[in-house]
């Protein structure tokens, strides 16, 4: 600490001397393996970095609440959860082959597993355990309360899951999970390997068995209206434009009467959640396509439950995933390329 308090000195630019201050902090924690970026908050409220494009997202942000970086240095974070039980939040840095944990208590972020099988898409079963999609594996575990790993899902009629990337668990007890390419098309979030199956998405019902609902092109993000009878999935159309799909659960859980509700046009759609509302609040940012600038989108996106934009919350990273967590499930934890973000707002997750 001496050391770190005679490199900040006085002749070192201020913006300079809070980078070094972040970067040799990481380094103490021996969790400094990429680039740790320096963030500066906004000091007046409301945060313009909040910012309201309906008037009916204006009751959902605080006057006095600004978003927060709680941890940086990684090099592409993904799949956040909270685990309110114990105060912690859980996320992937999936080419650092890790899953990391931020502590509420003291603000510190430490390794939770590694290596992690480039695990992606984090979530909780309704016993409360950790689930994991992992890419280097091509499955889905559950970790029991004793720290033994459960194979959930790895292979489909004999062939192996291609890499499984989002999940989530509806109050029946069963685990949906999306399984597009992803993790096997490289060396970057996995092993390169050749697909076996059709991109999809899976259910897992509560006996174990393992059935396809759909078969449908890079699904990622994933997340049921908040009684359930709705599901909507990230999806592709046939020229790579992002979308999401809303689609009715049947009574034999399959999905019926798929509607467009919201097109990314030159938004990266990504990981999503839903409020209490129904809004969905979407990871954004650039696709890297020539139209797509990234300091207009980066951040997330919020819509209401008829596909409207009503707010952006502003990021100076790109924010693929996220999880609303904390004692009153009213705080935005956003897994944001480098950085975890988190803003206070006045709604809760469904979920």
């Not at 906004?42 to 600004?66: E, G, H, M, N, T």
């Not at 609902?213 to 359930?228: H, I, K, M, Q």
Request: aromatic share 10%; with cysteine; proline share 7%.
């Amino acid at each position: 600490m001496q050391r770190a308090t005679q490199d900040a000195a006085p002749q070192t630019p201020p913006s300079r001397r809070r980078f070094m201050a972040g970067a040799l902090a990481a380094t103490a924690t021996g969790l400094a393996q990429a680039q740790a970026f320096d963030f500066k908050p906004q000091q007046r409220y409301p945060d313009p970095s909040v910012q309201i494009l309906d008037p009916s997202f204006a009751k959902y942000r605080l006057f006095s609440s600004s978003v927060e970086q709680i941890a940086t240095g990684f090099r592409w974070v993904e799949g956040p959860v909270w685990f309110g039980d114990g105060r912690y939040l859980l996320f992937s840095d999936i080419p650092n082959n890790r899953i990391l944990r931020w502590d509420e208590a003291t603000g510190q972020t430490g390794v939770f597993r590694q290596p992690s099988n480039f695990s992606n898409g984090l979530g909780r079963d309704r016993q409360g355990r950790l689930l994991a999609c992992e890419h280097l594996t091509r499955r889905v575990t559950r970790t029991e309360y004793d720290g033994s790993i459960t194979v959930l899902a790895d292979r489909f009629e004999g062939k192996r899951l291609n890499s499984p990337n989002d999940i989530v668990c509806p109050s029946d007890g069963s685990v949906w999970f999306t399984d597009p390419p992803f993790g096997i098309g490289g060396h970057w979030e996995g092993d390169k390997a050749v697909s076996e199956l059709p991109h999809a998405l899976y259910r897992i019902d509560p006996s174990g068995r393992l059935d396809r609902v759909l078969e449908a092109r890079f699904p990622n993000g994933l997340a049921f209206t908040p009684d359930e009878k709705q599901l909507y999935l990230v999806a592709r159309t046939a020229d790579n434009r992002r979308q999401i799909v809303r689609y009715d659960v049947t009574a034999r859980q399959g999905l019926a009467n798929p509607t467009v509700l919201i097109e990314g046009g030159a938004g990266a759609l990504d990981g999503f959640k839903v409020d209490e509302d129904g809004n969905l609040w979407c990871g954004w940012g650039s696709t890297g396509a020539a139209d797509s600038v990234a300091a207009d989108l980066d951040g997330v996106m919020v819509f209401n439950p008829a596909g409207k934009a009503i707010g952006h919350i502003r990021l100076p990273e790109r924010c693929p995933n996220l999880v609303f967590g904390g004692p009153k499930k009213n705080r935005l934890f956003m897994a944001s390329s480098h950085s975890i973000y988190s803003l206070y707002v006045e709604t809760r997750g469904a979920v």
